[in-house]
């Protein structure tokens, strides 16, 4: 492996030659023999063709019984074998070609994918550095994979190779011939490819604003988004933003092209001179005499061939563009391979936490930000007792749980488990530990069963239990109701599929939670848990979690008092500190933040119920 990176760094194409022995040794050993058998079958049929235009006049005089006719007819089966042959090859290379480039982007999307997911925390994904680089080893906005180059690159050594018998016979003739011809051209091709790669290299760096153009034409396509742009009209704006990103895009690569073309005007004219050259001294010597009308085409025929030392088709492109990505994605494993060896915690996480979770004078930011959203932290997470967290927008309530969960580790101070530092936990075994619901939490579009078995895998296949999640999570009903219970997908873009109000996917998304909680998980995490309800189904599911998880240690953010106050503590966090602590009467009589929150959104309630059940 290591290698194979620096094969990358200094050859590229190599490196992609590398990955093919991969797709299988078969069809490698016979791509390579098509490959090697292409020139041998071109020069035949060039010799061929030759050899039968030198054998008509011959033949006409003396007709098909003739010597001259015996040897057009032989040039004629010669040539119709050397076609056969060559076209057959040609399918056949195309077809391999095919399989050899989904096989390898098969296995480089696998260890791309196998990279992303392999650290335990998430800050990777949070960091626009790296989602560019991402979005590179995924080809957005060219489309050409290292797999499409691996074709390309077969082709291309069809093509180069092609040149060998043109050169060899132009050379029998006259030995500089080739030289000249062929130091033109690929001079000329020399320049071509720098000017083909300059423009490459100009997308690849506009990856970030190309992602960008990209991030509204997939808006534009989803359903959740379909609503709101056509109540308002978004459609035009849309379109507009996305053309005016991926402009911006082509105006630097058309900028890049236009500087690049002056430089083509010395090997241009170089070849047209060398190609008159040998035009002008084939011709010479064929109107002379000096070589016979068979080898006169043979020789205008290589010089034909010669200039696919110049062709720069889509194979040429596509091979640039792809082997342009290949260092990228050894860059992300490499990334990737270091974000796991600094989580690196290996002390078992099994029981925690007995007494605390503790922030000690934690400091964060998240990646390429300065903003800090805490600094100097402290807090206590008392094991076995409910915690409430709340605090206006943006005051660190959700990020309070990624560092509990170990998604992203403090820039500075520690983060203490029954006095251990969760660094020094197995992050994977940690994370076990913690069942946790997001305000965006993820609505995956497979079964109800999938969906609620995704908290605990080690229980995703005993029904019983699933249903008592679903039960306790007050989903039972939603789940009766559904065409096929357990089985029905949630999702409207599969058959026989439908989808869930945002109280029902709430519901869904707690049994998920409550699922791993009876699989041993020691914290429950719920963030904004049942926004999307109204303030006696939250109050009357809270009661539930109250009886549900004696024991096991409760930290809820949510903005709504009929579900902080019944925690056994409540803590306030406001510019990144924790500036109250205590019970929720506790908190009322000291008539600070608490208090004036309480107050204000007691005041929204008229209905007497709904007045009850925020004020208890």
């Known amino acids: 492996m290591t290698k194979l990176r620096d094969w990358v760094r200094t050859s590229p194409r190599l490196a992609l030659l590398k990955l093919y022995p991969g797709v299988g040794g078969g069809l490698f050993a016979t791509l390579v023999a098509l490959v090697v058998i292409s020139p041998l079958l071109s020069l035949t049929f060039t010799l061929a063709s030759g050899r039968l235009i030198g054998s008509i006049p011959e033949a006409v ?5 003739s010597s001259g006719g015996a040897r057009m007819t032989t040039a004629l089966t010669v040539l119709g074998i050397a076609f056969v042959l060559q076209y057959a090859a040609e399918g056949l290379r195309e077809v391999l070609q095919w399989v050899a480039a989904r096989r390898i982007d098969r296995r480089l999307k696998a260890r791309v994918l196998d990279a992303t997911l392999s650290p335990s925390g998430v800050a990777h994904l949070e960091d626009p550095e790296i989602l560019d680089k991402i979005a590179i080893t995924r080809a957005e906005g060219t489309g050409i994979t290292p797999g499409i180059a691996a074709g390309g690159m077969v082709q291309v050594a069809v093509n180069r190779l092609a040149v060998v018998p043109p050169a060899i016979l132009l050379g029998t003739f006259r030995w500089w011939l080739p030289l000249v011809v062929g130091g033109a051209l690929i001079w000329m091709r020399k320049v071509m490819r720098a000017h083909l790669m300059m423009t490459i290299s100009a997308m690849i760096d506009q990856t970030s604003t190309l992602r960008r153009s990209l991030y509204f034409v997939d808006l534009a396509l989803q359903p959740t988004a379909a609503k709101e742009m056509r109540i308002f009209g ?9 053309r005016m990103h991926y402009l911006s895009v082509l105006k630097v690569v058309w900028s890049k092209r236009a500087s690049g073309q002056r430089r083509l005007v010395p090997p241009i004219l170089a070849c047209g001179v060398a190609n008159a050259i040998g035009y002008l001294t084939i011709v010479g010597a064929g109107v002379d005499g000096r070589i016979t009308v068979a080898r006169l085409v043979i020789l205008l025929s290589s010089m034909g061939g010669m200039r696919m030392i110049l062709a720069i088709g889509n194979e040429d492109v596509n091979l640039e563009k792809g082997v342009a990505i290949l260092p990228t994605i050894f ?7 270091e974000r796991r060896e600094a989580i690196d915690g290996t002390l078992p996480s099994t029981g925690l936490p007995a007494t605390a979770v503790r922030f000690e004078g934690v400091c964060f930011h998240y990646p390429r930000s300065e903003h800090e959203v805490y600094a100097g932290l402290d807090l206590e997470i008392r094991a076995g ?9 943006g005051a660190g309530k959700t990020t309070l749980v990624k560092l509990l969960a170990r998604l992203h580790d403090p820039t500075a101070g520690r983060i203490t488990v029954d006095g251990t530092d969760l660094r020094d936990l197995d992050p994977d075994e940690w994370q076990r530990r913690v069942a946790a619901i997001f305000q965006d939490f993820t ?4 079964s109800v069963a999938d969906n609620v078995g995704f908290g605990a895998l080690e229980l995703a296949g005993d029904r019983d239990a699933l249903v008592d999640a679903a039960e306790q999570a007050g989903a039972t009903e939603i789940i009766d109701g559904l065409g096929k219970g357990w089985d029905t997908i949630l999702s409207r873009r599969f058959t026989d599929g439908t989808d869930l109000s945002g109280g029902q ?22 963030d904004e848990p049942t926004a999307n309800l109204d303030v006696r189904a939250e109050a009357e599911i809270y009661d539930r979690f109250l009886e549900l998880t004696k024991g096991v240690t409760t930290v809820v953010i949510s903005h709504r008092f009929s579900t902080v106050r019944r925690a056994d503590r409540i803590v306030v966090l406001d510019g990144g500190q924790v500036v109250e602590d205590g019970t929720h009467d506790d908190l009322l009589a000291a008539g600070g933040h608490y208090a004036r929150m309480f107050q204000l959104q007691a005041a929204r309630f008229t209905d007497e119920t709904e007045l009850e059940a925020i004020s208890g």
């Open 61 to 65: 005089r003396g007709g098909w019984d």
């Open 234 to 242: 978004l459609g035009g704006w849309l379109a507009d933003r996305y």
């Open 331 to 337: 860059e992300v494993e490499q990334l990737m391979a």
């Open 385 to 393: 007792e409910s915690l409430a967290v709340v605090g206006v927008n």
């Open 443 to 446: 609505k995956y579009e497979v």
């Open 505 to 526: 996917w709430q519901r869904i998304a707690l049994a998920r939670a409550l699922l791993a909680v009876h699989n041993g998980a020691g914290i429950l995490v719920l």
